[in-house]
């Protein structure tokens, strides 16, 4: 793998310079810095919570454990790392640079925090500052201008064959540690030990994963972020939906199935039925496909299965037009994926702005853009039986035309995702997701 990195890091770190080089002069700066960021501390006390890496900053090289290090960028120039590498006996102090990426950047180590100010451009009004606020040393504080942010976010969206080949390993980690995952929970384990399993099988810490693994059995499945793990095991698991994913160098992974227990052959057959809808839009992911366009298609394939398994009596269509249909899939289709899991400019209407407004009566929509290749998409449909949305429902004129014994019959499964990791491409697209379960 580190070979094929190493081919094709060059391409990668010519792009981004290129992309630096137009967002700088968008916003007339001469410079691009980049703080890699500092661990924040918790609420009177001198713990602190897990250092997340500014993205922008593992954007350009593999590293993701070097807090208090930055990137400073010249246009015509080498790209310079100044690397904190304190002087401590009381953490793990971060191992010297090196790897594929090392040439290709210009070096310094540092011991203090701010002694990174001898080596960063003095001219700051002509710097573009990117990171959080507390990453500041000395005058040098983030800006994050607008115009330079606009551009580089726009960019991201495109994914350079480097990109490709990190997402392609993120997507094998995350399939590996599912399968462990689905067996623990054929075998009776808890939420927590089904968890140890996934864990044991990534080998990633909670910490090292892209977002804290949903882990649900039976109705824990209708709460969307579900993360409580309990101990003990359900008297009766008839259902379990993971939503959980992988890290490979800063790249994420974000993979969701639904698992029907022996027992609980009704519930296989929805998820048949959405596993099938499922495929069939990630077929739709191609060129110059309007996502939003593809959330609403996806809403009225959803409405038609629930028809068609007599959960609704209303048409698909008067099941979108009057809300129903959110009431059984209440989120949106997917989202941006890349180095991070809901990756930035989802929304955006350009390369200097602007946002794309998400469909009315459709509010927790993650993505409106249109594909285009090289773009990375989540393709997540759902389907759930979620108390609070069906009290409401019950409380609409649309009432009468839902089969409320079914329904109540299959809250106890709480509810269904399936989530594959997709690229849009000049063909047809790529599975990341299914390419790794295959290869596992």
Known sequence: MSDLLAKLYPGHLQTLQQHADAALARGGFEHLLIASGVPRYQFLDDRPYPFAVNPHFKHWLPVTKAPGSWIAYTPGQKPKLIYLQPQDYWHVVPEAPA?????????????????????????????????????????????????????????????????????????????????????????????????????????????????????????????????????????????????????????????????????????????????????????????????????????????????????????????????????????????????????VGGFQKDDSGGTIAKPPGHPYLRFTRTLEPRMVTTIEPG???????????KNKPQSKDINWDKVDKFRRYGGIRIEDDVVCTERAPENLTRDAFAAA
């Open 383 to 393: 389907i759930y039986f979620i108390d609070m949305l069906l009290a409401e429902l």
């Open 99 to 343: 790897g594929y990426w090392v040439e290709h950047f210009d070096i310094v180590v540092i011991r203090e925090s701010d002694h990174a100010v001898a080596h960063l451009p003095k001219n700051l009004a002509r710097c573009a500052i990117i990171g959080e606020d507390n990453a500041a040393v000395g005058a040098i504080k983030p800006d994050n201008p607008p115009a330079v942010l606009n551009y580089l976010h726009w960019q991201r969206a495109y994914k350079t064959d480097y990109e490709l080949a990190m997402l392609r390993v993120a997507s094998k980690l995350g399939a590996r540690a599912h399968r462990a995952a689905e067996a623990a929970f054929r075998a009776g384990h808890s939420e927590y030990d089904i968890n140890t399993a996934y864990l044991n099988a990534v080998h990633e810490t909670e910490n090292e994963l892209p977002y804290s693994n949903i882990i649900a059995l039976n109705q824990h499945g209708a709460v969307l972020h579900y993360t409580d793990l309990n101990r003990a095991p359900p008297a009766h698991a008839d259902s379990f939906l993971i939503d959980a994913g992988a890290n490979f160098h800063g790249y994420a992974s974000d993979i969701t199935r639904t698992y029907a227990a022996a027992q609980a052959e009704e519930f296989q057959i929805l998820i048949a039925a959405v596993d099938k809808a499922q495929r069939s839009f990630v077929e739709k992911v191609k060129k110059g496909q309007d996502y939003a366009a593809l959330h609403i298609h996806a809403h009225h394939a959803l409405a038609s299965i629930l028809r068609e398994q007599n959960f609704i009596r209303l048409s698909a269509e008067a099941a979108v037009e009057t809300g129903v249909s959110s009431a059984f899939f209440p989120h949106g289709l997917g989202h941006m994926l890349g180095l991070q899991v809901h990756d």
